[in-house]
């Protein structure tokens, strides 16, 4: 099995910037291929953020982050993290990490196995 612990959320003003981190144990964590962050609005569905190859690094955003967040990970420290710039009032939401030991996964949840409880963001105007 595998655990996942966000941390780093909070409240910030428009324009600022914020990382959250995602602390990765337990007993399979060496088959991760893939880590994702995910958002969510409660009420809407969850919505794909960026993904990381696990093992090379390699990132993939979403459509709608204009280059403002970047995805990256510490393989050895087991810690996936997400820089997020120039935040603005949309970006409020629950924060999710996610792992999979499928490398192809992409944007869709439903090919995540393993998910965090959530950090919460809030961006105030």
């Known amino acids: 099995q595998m655990q996942l612990e966000e941390s780093g959320g909070g409240l910030v003003q428009t324009g600022e910037s914020l990382n959250i981190s995602c602390v990765i144990s337990?007993?399979?964590?060496?088959?991760?291929?893939?880590m994702a962050w995910f958002r969510q609005v409660s009420g809407k569905d969850r919505e794909f953020v960026a993904r990381?190859?696990?093992?090379?690094?390699?990132?993939w955003y979403g459509d709608s982050r204009k280059g403002r967040f970047s995805i990256s990970r510490d393989y050895v420290q087991k810690t996936l993290t997400l820089q997020m710039s120039n935040l603005e009032s949309e970006d409020t939401a629950v924060y999710y990490c996610?792992?999979?030991?499928?490398?192809?996964?992409?944007?869709?949840?439903?090919?995540?196995?393993?998910w965090g409880r959530g950090t919460p963001v809030a961006v105030s105007s």
């Open positions: 337990g007993r399979s964590v060496n088959s991760a291929r893939t």
């Open positions: 996610a792992a999979t030991a499928n490398r192809l996964a992409l944007r869709e949840p439903e090919k995540y196995d393993y």
């Open positions: 990381i190859d696990w093992l090379g690094g390699v990132p």
